[in-house]
């Protein structure tokens, strides 16, 4: 373990008893993050991609091997608010103002007032959202929703983003803007980011490093390190070099497929 | 506007139709009676011959018993202007502080009432926290609550303001008692329900902030039930009058619409039951349509209007 990892897992495996028997939803996973890395996890449903994570989160216990983030247990990390989560849906509160709800973690958490007010001044403005704190959530649209939950996600300091399909609800045209704020998002904090997904050319224009899942039972078939430049214009897409790791993507999900697809 | 009110319109038209239909064979026999005595020739004569009659084929042999139906003294069922003159002679036309007057009846029962719900709702509320939180009374809480319910409030109102006067305690309270007994119920159901709406991705989410019970009680559980509350509230208010009027009945209470409709029927003032009755119908709508106004404003604020 170098002093640059940040999570780490050894074999692994999480076993949920259900009532038609136990469901392997992941088993020997070995996996690396470093400090920094913007790391997608993609492959079909059922393939763990989601439960890893909640792993990391502390949302699930696994039922073998170990992992550690940032040196601890998971639970001690959340305790140590080391990382802040982002959902597939937006889940801000109707009653709370856009400010009110990146509040939320902070009065949790016990920030005093005026810090508090601070950094919803911070992060709004993180995600390009300044000006709009005392509007309420039915007054955005989906995708600045989803921003203001990735500004509630970054207020209290996180080292650790991890985000489940964050923009898998919204269409492709502000998904393609929200990926390109996340790149510059990333560059500017140097968070490490977990981001689960679906889509190939979304994992592959975000990462540096890919991690291709299959389900039953849910395990890693390869992980990719892209040679693509920190810097990536949308049209960074077209490029030769872009083509050819999403073909390699696709290449490993559909080995991991097996025949049943 | 008129689509809306037209009908209602019809509504209270045809059913003020059918009550004004019905006091012609109720009031039969006592309009023939009084047709008899004013010297007029009745078919059959005699009391005691038509005691066994139906109202109806009285009225086919006496027609002119359908115009004295209307104004009778102690009719079996009143006219609806009968009763109308009632209420506004004893609502607006008295002093509200004789014991005449509805609106000093109707304010006794209101006091008990309102101190009943507030009682019900607290302690609705405070069970349905346990229940959602403690497993035990997840358990044990809800089978009593539900045969609490099924006791005949009739049964189980005399013992109470019996068990609460042998201790000292009379007059509102053991009322109020009686309306928190009926009110906590939908409160109870309500709030356990909107306690547990926010779904599995809310409560993650503030898992992953490390928030105690406490903080996800205040800051999301109680938040996402107020529509479910303000539900169960316009339940509990029309329950809590039920109550307090029940509460009047046995006690023999001086004062209280529950004691004006008793009253009314050991003296055989059949208007004044029915002024009583009414009085506590436009009270209770008036409760319910107040917390329907809260409700809007509060769920509108909140973002939550359905």
Redesign the interface.
Known sequence: MTQDTVIKAENLGLTFETNDGPVRALTDVNLEINKGDFVSFIGPSGCGKTTFLRVI?A?ETPTSGEITVNGMTPDAA??A?A???V???A?L???RTIAGNIR??L???GYAKADQAERVERVLELVDLDGFGEK???QLSGGMQQRASIARALAFDADILLMDEPFGALDEIVRDRLNEELLSLWARTEKTIGFVTHSIPEAVYLSTKIVVMSPRPGRITDVIDSPLPKERPLDIRDSAEFIEIAHRVREGLRAGHGDDV | MLTRVLPVFVVVAAITGLWYLACIPMNAHQSVTDLERAGEVVVPGGAAERRDMAGVSLVLQNPAAVQAAFGQERPRLPAPHQVGAEIWETTANKRITSKRSLVYHGWITLSATLLGFAIGTVAGIALAVGIVHVRAMDMSVMPWAIASQTIPILAIAPMIIVVLNSVGVQGLVPKAMISAYLSFFPVVVGMVKGLRSPDR??L????????TRA?TLW??RL?AS?PYLFTSLKIGIAASLVGAIVGELPTGAAGGLGARLLAGSYYGQTIQIWAALFWAAILAATLVGLIGLIQRVTLN????AA
């Not at chain 2, 993650?204 to 928030?211: E, G, N, P, R």
């Not at chain 2, 604020?301 to 939550?304: K, L, N, S």
């Open positions: 989160a949302l959340r305790q608010r990382y802040g989560y959902f597939q849906a889940g509160y109707p009653w939320l973690p009065e949790i958490m309420y959530p039915w | 991705m809310q993650d989410l503030l898992t992953t902030y490390s928030a903080q800051k999301l938040p107020m604020r909140m973002g939550m």
